[in-house]
């Protein structure tokens, strides 16, 4: 079946999110709709302070102590991740949802070997030799450490089961965080920015790999990234955030040829193509609001949009689609008709 006929693995619906601060309320994010289906890859896009990152957190359950959900849900496999306990969520976190980070030197522990915490993961969700005591890892985890291993090509994973995170290259404790994450075969990989730091030849492995192994396992991804190029090549369809809200999403390739929003216009006019030259590039005006703002307008982008007036500071934009791109803006670059229409 096509992923996008599918009901969704993951439904999130509503969900704002603010910090308590000393110096004031952050409202981080607010009504964030996402949806993503089984064997699909979605891009997570937005210029760095979006709420990208802060959205995969609330879904992992691991957001900072001052982050507050205040509205919304967040369906995965028929629970409310945001409504389940943390004995629960911790079951799911490494067996049903997984998680790259950014950084692998610091997400990995420097003083256990690559192999251990493999086994770590194995044995908190019962996999493999569940019950092995002792200083060794035992026979069986650590035959399933070393197939880990091997499945995300890391060369001679004999050897390298025992190798240490600071004995490695960047680009292999970035494999070992997939194996990682990989090891229970979750249904959704969370990737936060998983090719930070590299250089490009290797995020182009790291990102063959994920994508492949996602595929062959029919796994659901989330790819969060400020690279847009990057997303292009890899995903199936993209979600684009800015201040806190969802402005568009749809399709890769036609989001990136026809984009709605203003902000995403602006977005790819300012990233670099194969054939662009520094004239052709055209940079966001403008800086994203102080999200501890009283007075924020309606659309976040107004202050930033030359299409912007009034209503568009008063009133939020109701969602429209046309087919499967949907669109919140006022003032699309192309006509959308409202999604409830659509869907008549």
Same mark, same amino acid.
């Given at each position: ?5 599918? /009901? ?6 509503? =969900? ?5 601060? $000393?110096?004031?309320?952050? @409202? ?78 610091? +997400?990995?522990?420097?003083? %256990?070997?690559?192999? &251990? ?6 044995? %908190? @969700? ?6 092995? $005591?002792?200083?060794? #890892?035992?026979?069986? =985890? ?7 291993? $091997? ?8 050897? %390298? ?17 997939? +194996? ?8 959704? #990989? ?24 996602? &595929? ?20 199936? $369809? ?10 568009? +999403?749809?399709?890769?390739?036609? =989001?990136? @040829? ?9 977005? #790819? ?8 030259? #520094?004239?052709?590039? @055209?940079?966001?005006?403008?800086? =994203? ?7 924020? /307008?309606?659309? &976040? ?19 429209? +689609?046309?087919? %499967? ?6 003032? /699309? ?12």
């Amino acid at each position: 079946m096509n992923p996008a006929e599918q /009901p969704p693995l993951l439904d999130v619906r509503g =969900l704002s999110l603010e910090f308590r601060t $000393r110096s004031g309320v952050v @409202h981080a994010l607010e009504r964030v709709d996402l949806q993503i289906r089984r064997g699909e890859i979605v891009g997570l896009v937005g210029e760095s302070g979006s709420g990208k990152s802060v959205l995969s957190y609330a879904l992992m359950g691991i957001s900072d102590r001052a982050a507050r959900v205040t509205a919304g849900s967040a369906i995965f496999g028929g629970l409310d991740l945001l409504q389940a306990d943390e004995a629960t969520l911790a079951d799911i976190r490494g067996r049903e949802i997984s998680m790259i980070f950014q950084s692998p030197r610091t +997400a990995l522990n420097p003083i %256990r070997t690559v192999g &251990r915490q493999i086994a770590d993961v194995l044995r %908190r @969700h019962a996999v493999g030799d569940a019950h092995q $005591r002792g200083p060794d #890892l035992g026979h069986n =985890l650590r035959q399933r450490a070393v197939q880990a291993l $091997r499945e995300v090509a890391i060369s001679d994973p004999e050897r %390298r089961v025992d190798a240490y995170p600071f004995e490695m290259s960047g680009g292999m404790c970035q494999r070992v965080m997939i +194996a990682l994450a990989l090891a229970c075969r979750p249904g959704l #990989l969370v990737a936060d920015e998983p090719t930070t730091g590299l250089d490009v030849t290797t995020q182009a492995a790291v990102m063959d790999l994920i994508t492949e192994l996602a &595929r062959q396992r029919q796994m659901a991804a989330l790819f969060i990234t400020h690279d847009l190029a990057l997303a292009a090549d890899y995903c199936d $369809r993209l979600v684009v955030m800015h201040a806190g809200h969802v402005v568009e +999403a749809g399709p890769a390739e036609e =989001l990136f @040829h026809r984009p709605r929003h203003p902000y995403t216009a602006r977005l #790819l006019s300012s990233s670099p193509g194969p054939r662009s030259a #520094l004239q052709d590039l @055209h940079p966001v005006p403008g800086n =994203l609001p102080d999200l501890r703002r009283s007075d924020l /307008p309606a659309c &976040r982008f107004a202050d930033r949009c030359a299409r912007a007036d009034a209503r568009c500071r008063s009133e939020p934009a109701q969602l429209m +689609a046309q087919g %499967r791109h949907t669109v919140a803006c006022w003032h /699309p670059t192309q006509g959308a008709v409202p999604i409830t229409e659509a869907m008549a």
